[in-house]
């Protein structure tokens, strides 16, 4: 089976500042995958350069059918339609209802039909359990009831791939625990999952593969054995 | 009812960031309006300056009448004149008489005074070259004596006119980049608290142009709105000038006025359409991390 990203020694910089070297790892479909490390050792970087924020320049990088090495600036937005992101900080358009931020999204990535669009809507809406809230603005939700709207709207286009950086940072513990469970479920529907997160207690539960940063690099749990490489030099 | 309080709160104070940008716009749009207006009626009034300057054509004594009406009707069909005044022998007696306050006629037992023609001239042609130039043409004239005008006189308010006329342009220009970089400021300003907005429609896979559009086509309403507040001050100070100085009526010109306006709307339109689309393209290239 083909996987949906695939990354080969690959080194991520920021501002010519080596954060992260020789990360490898690939993603298969349905897959459930918590990144950790502690803060500063670059989950946020790695997340980035996965939806095109950070530009690739090392090493080769693949998602879906897009060749992160070669990417346009103007081809960013056209990959980020084929990924669901979530933000610790929600990232919702705080100036419109959250009917009208799925609403952009699904304009902004060329939906045309108004029958389609509401449907689609009550069925992301209903899949996070916000069936009733579509009118609300965003400042009116909870922390938790504007995480499940992120959610819904990843969820929108139907990406093979949802990146949530840190999605239960900002939440009480009962809360991060349905947020979690919510994605989980959506895992398992087929969408493959890379999360970062903190919250050690909450990973028990779910999953079991982890990609952890340490020290400069990317350690995967599926690779029990991997080889110890000489310590990062920094460059500059 | 604290929930509709609180939202109609939110909702005016995002409209009244929108009224401070289209105050502020339609402020300085008034003031290069005005300067306009200002270099519109110095035109208008240097024409006016102009064509009171004239020359006066002296004929020799013997000239015949036919020859007289030959030479002004010659001169009334060329190309700088803009009226012609024939004054006879008597006639000339009669204004020095005015003039004088005493008939020097009394001392006299002859008209020492020559007939002449006075010639008004176009705006165009009030320029000591030209005015040289008819003259040295006119002299040919068997029946031209003399030709007489200020030449100093001319020389000052050709000169003149051109030195006010640079000033006010270059304060002009000056003013323009002055606008438009206020405009640009107080729009990239108010796009500067929607960078957030703009960081999160990228994030969810908008492209650039699809971001911009709204804010491009809000950005242009308020430049007609600002347009059109600069527009009715302009008015404004129009009447209220025209109460106390009833003589700029005289000067008025309604096409003129015309331009004058749908210029300010260009202005209006254009500068706030290039600084809304400059600043949300600036901001969309800005890295997510350096827009705290």
Known sequence: MKSIVSITNCNIYIDKHLVLSDVNF????????????????????????????????????????????????????????????VFQDFQLLTDRTVAENLIFVMKATGWKDKQLMKERIE????????????????????GGEQQRVAIARALINDPDLILADEPTGNLDPETSDNILKLLYDISQSGRAILMAT??????????????????????????????????????? | MAKQAEESFQKRRL????????????????????????????QKLSVQVKENIGFTIYLEDDIKEVDVER?????????????TVYISK??????????????????????????????????????????????????????????????SLVKMVQENIQRVGVLMLAFSLLLLVVAIALINNSIRLSI?????????????????????????????????????????????????SQQYLPDLIQIQDIEILAYLFVIVMILGIVISWVSTSLAVRKFIRTRSDKLY
Do not use: W
């Open chain 1, 26 to 85: 690939d993603i298969n479909k349905g897959e459930f995958i918590y990144l950790i490390g502690k803060t500063g050792t670059g989950k946020s970087s790695l997340l980035k350069t996965l939806y095109g924020e950070l530009p690739m320049t090392d090493g080769g990088g693949r998602i879906g059918e897009f060749d992160l090495r070669k990417l346009k600036r103007k081809q960013v937005p056209f990959l980020r339609r084929n990924l669901g992101i």
């Open chain 2, 192 to 240: 500067y608290s929607k960078r957030f907005l703009i960081k999160s429609m990228q994030l969810v896979g908008a492209t650039q142009p699809f971001i911009r559009k709204p804010f491009v086509q809000k950005g242009v309403v308020h430049g007609i709105y600002s347009a059109l507040i600069a527009i009715l001050l302009i008015m404004g100070v129009m009447y209220y």
């Open chain 2, 90 to 151: 008597d006639d000339a007696v009669d204004l020095l008489k005015t003039d004088l306050g005493e008939d020097f006629m009394q001392y006299l037992d002859y008209n020492p005074l020559l007939a002449s023609i006075e010639v008004k001239m176009k705006a165009e042609y009030a320029h000591p070259d030209s005015l040289a130039n008819i003259k040295s043409q006119l002299i040919k004239s068997s029946k031209v004596k003399e030709i007489s005008y200020e030449e």
């Open chain 2, 15 to 42: 409209r009244g960031s929108y009224i401070s940008v289209i105050l502020s716009v339609s402020l300085v749009l008034f003031t290069l309006g005005m300067l306009g207006l200002v270099m519109l009626y110095a």
């Open chain 1, 123 to 142: 069925e992301v809406l209903e899949k996070v359990e916000l069936g009733t809230k579509g009118f609300k603005m965003p400042y009116e939700l909870s």
């Open chain 2, 71 to 83: 030479l002004q009707k010659a001169i009334d069909i060329s190309p700088y004149s803009l009226s």
């Open chain 1, 198 to 236: 903190h919250d050690y207690t909450l990973m028990s539960k779910y999953g079991n593969r982890t990609l952890r940063c340490d020290a400069g690099r990317v350690i995967d749990s599926l690779i029990e054995s991997s080889p110890q490489k000489p310590p990062l030099q920094e460059t500059d």
